[in-house]
C-alpha cells in the first residue's frame, strides 16, 4: 500500500488536529497508509516519522494546537538537513507528503520538492495571518478571529464602565488582514494596518469632537507589524486628552476551541489535497477563493505577495475620516 505523510509547520492554528483526523480517516479510505512526522521539519529531519491510525485522532477534533506538534526549523534552511529529511522519508516508503503551514513552510516545501526526487508535496495554508498569496482563507483564521472579537467585547465592557481608551494589539505579522477584520467586527473606532496609511490628526478631530458630543471611551485596534501601540496610548493620553490602556492579545489568539468553520474547511482542505496528490501533482497548494476550492502550483504561491481583497481595504480605508 502507498504511503503518506502529514506534518504541521511554523505557527500552529486551532483546526489542524481537525486535519488530522480527516487525514487518517481519508487516507485509509484511499487505502493508503497514513503516517505522521511529529514537531515539523525538525522531525523530518530527526525520523520523527510514525505510523497513525484511528486511535491516535480519537478526541482530537475539539483541540487547538496540533497533536503532532509544529516547529520553525532552523535547520531545514541547509541543504544538508533537508537531504537528511528525504532520506528519511525514502527509508519509510513515503511517497505524498500533506505540509500545514504558512508562507516559509512552503518555501521549504518547494525546495524539498526539487530535491525529493519522485516525492509529491500538498501545502495547506494554515497560519492565524491569513497572508498567503492565492488563497482568500487559511485554516484557523476563523477560529482566530472569534478569539479576539471575544477579547474586544470584554474589553469592551469595562472600557465602557470607564472613561478610557484601549489600545489593543492583534497578530498577523506584517498582514493587517486579522487586525482590520476584528476591528469592524467589533465595532472599534480606530484601526491601524500596515495596508492603510493613517492621519493621527484626522483621528484626534474627530475623537475630540466625539468627547464633546459625549463620547466616552474609544477602542483602537492595532496590528503588531506597526510595533507602536504603546505610543498610541500615551497619543490618545496627551493629545485626545482621555487616559488609555494597552492590551497586547498575543498568543491567546493562536488558541482555543476549533469554530465549526474551521473544523469544515480542515476536512474539505485535506479531501482536496489528498486528491492532487493522487492525481500526481508535484508541489501544489490548495487555495480556497471565490467560494470554492482549487490547486495552484507551488511558484504561484510562494513567492508571490498576498493582498487583501480590495472591497476590504476600502471598508478600512473609512477609519480616522
Ligand atoms: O504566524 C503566526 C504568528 O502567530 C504571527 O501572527 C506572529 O507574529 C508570530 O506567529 C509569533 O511567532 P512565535 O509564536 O514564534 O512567537
Redesign the pocket.
Known sequence: MEKIAILCS??D?SGMNAALKRFVEYSFAKKMVPYFIHNGYEGMIDDHIYPAGYKDVAGIISRGGTKIRSS?SKRFMEEGYRKQAIDNLKAHGIGYVVILG?DGSFKGMQKLSQESDGIRFCGIGA???N?IAGTDYCLGVDTALNVIKYAIDSIRDTASSFSRAFVIET???ECGY?TLVSALTSGAEMCLIPEIPYDLERYKTNFQKQIQDGREYFIAVVC?ALKNSQEIAKWFENEVGIESRVTVLG?I??GGNPSVYDRLMAFDFVTYAIDELLKGTECSVVCYSNGGFHTKMIEEVAFQTYKMKPDLLKLGEEYGR
Open positions: 511554523g505557527g492554528v520553525r504558512g497560519t492565524i495571518d497572508d497578530m498577523g505579522r486579522l503588531e498568543h489568539q493562536r
